[in-house]
């Protein structure tokens, strides 16, 4: 099976414009989580999307958005940029009823 | 999820084994223990689970104090290729990962 893909690989966006990232789960999956990392935080989650339904959010501002398509892949929206949502934005997907998670290659993203 | 403790950073010469210890005293019964890895600039790579028997796959063994309280990764035969850095996660039914800052294992020849 193809693993998780996510595109654009990199970016670069100004302060104040916003950004679409896109993510395609393994096929059959389900779940799909996006991670935010960057050196000072980590990786922190952002939220999971199942079956089209956000089911889980972590402590980001309303400017991080997301969705999912019925073919479970995914979006996620950052508006409003600002110099500090610079980062690797990684996404995971999951099998219904299984634990473990495999993640994408990851998005940067670099604000100027 | 239970609050993990692990090195900063190991070093292990290639050919011998490498074991990654991680404390998590406060772990509760329904609690897992995951390992992930990540190699530089890449996503994070899923490489084993327990809750409280010793597991092994083609990647690594896992083995699970008693207690519940630690654990250690073993990587049994280490090449260059397994320098990354390590997180030991515990978390329960949810599916959110809190990964901490992880061991940091450079494998040198």
């Known amino acids: 099976k193809a693993g998780v893909t996510q595109t654009p690989r990199y970016l670069i966006k100004t302060r104040g414009q916003q950004v679409t990232l896109s993510c395609s789960p393994i096929s059959g999956h389900r779940s799909v989580s996006w991670y935010q990392q960057t050196p000072g935080q980590g990786l922190q989650f952002l939220f999971e999307?199942?079956?089209?339904?956000?089911?889980n959010k972590g402590n980001f501002p309303g400017r991080f958005s997301g969705r999912q398509f019925s073919n479970s892949r995914s979006e996620m929206n950052v508006s409003t940029l600002e110099l500090g949502d610079s980062a690797l934005y990684l996404c995971?997907?999951?099998?219904?009823?299984?634990?473990?998670?495999?993640f994408g290659p990851g998005t940067r993203l670099t604000v100027t | 999820d239970a609050k993990t403790t692990q090195p900063t950073s190991m070093d292990c010469a290639e050919g011998r084994a490498a074991n990654l210890p991680c404390n998590h005293s406060t772990i509760s019964g329904n609690e897992y223990v995951y390992w992930y890895r990540q190699i530089h600039s890449q996503g994070p790579q899923y490489i084993i689970h327990g809750l409280k028997n010793n597991e092994t796959n083609e990647m690594a063994s896992l083995i699970i104090t008693e207690d519940r309280k630690s654990s250690t990764l073993i990587l049994p035969h280490a090449t260059l290729r397994d320098t990354a850095v390590y997180y030991c996660i515990v978390k329960g039914s949810n599916y959110k990962l809190t990964f901490g800052k992880g061991t940091l294992l450079t494998v040198n020849p």
């Open positions: 999307y199942f079956s089209e339904t956000q089911r």
């Open positions: 995971a997907s999951r099998e219904e009823g299984a634990y473990e998670q495999y």
